[in-house]
Nanobody, 128 residues
Framework: QVRLVESGGGSVQVGDSLKLSCTATGSTHDSACMAWFRQAPGKEREGVAAMDVDGRTSYGGSMKGRFTVSRNNVENTLYLQINSVQPEDTAMYYC??????????????????????WGQGTQVTVSS
């Protein structure tokens, strides 16, 4: 079992930077791969970025550049740095965890692991 708790969301202005955090407690095997997803109103959930315990990363196609995923394995915490936020970044951001599958830069974050554990989400709202 894994419990995920996200934090760091809020209301920001266009151009601001934001850093989200997700701390996992419980099984280290089942949190070997962790990822960020987001879901905007009226849209499907999409994978933002993922990272495994060895530091390998995967980013969603439209996320490269302004989004940076990082991880503190000692604290089992995953971070998402978002720079120069845009109105289209408004969404609920979810953290997910699971045992790793194929983690490489060419794989969509949604498919790098069997993400069976999810956090409650943290809302990011961007205004101009």
């Amino acid at each position: 079992q894994v419990r995920l708790v996200e934090s760091g969301g809020g209301s920001v202005q266009v151009g601001d930077s934001l850093k989200l955090s997700c701390t996992a407690t419980g099984s280290t095997h089942d949190s070997a791969c962790m990822a960020w997803f987001r879901q905007a109103p009226g849209k499907e959930r999409e994978g933002v970025a993922a990272m495994d315990v060895d530091g390998r990363t995967s980013y969603g196609g439209s996320m490269k550049g302004r989004f940076t995923v990082s991880r503190n394995n000692v604290e089992n915490t995953l971070y998402l740095q978002i720079n120069s936020v845009q109105p289209e970044d408004t969404a609920m951001y979810y953290c997910a965890a699971g045992p790793c599958g194929t983690m490489d830069a060419g794989t969509n974050p949604a498919y790098v692991a069997d993400f069976g554990y999810w956090g409650q989400g943290t809302q990011v709202t961007v205004s101009s």
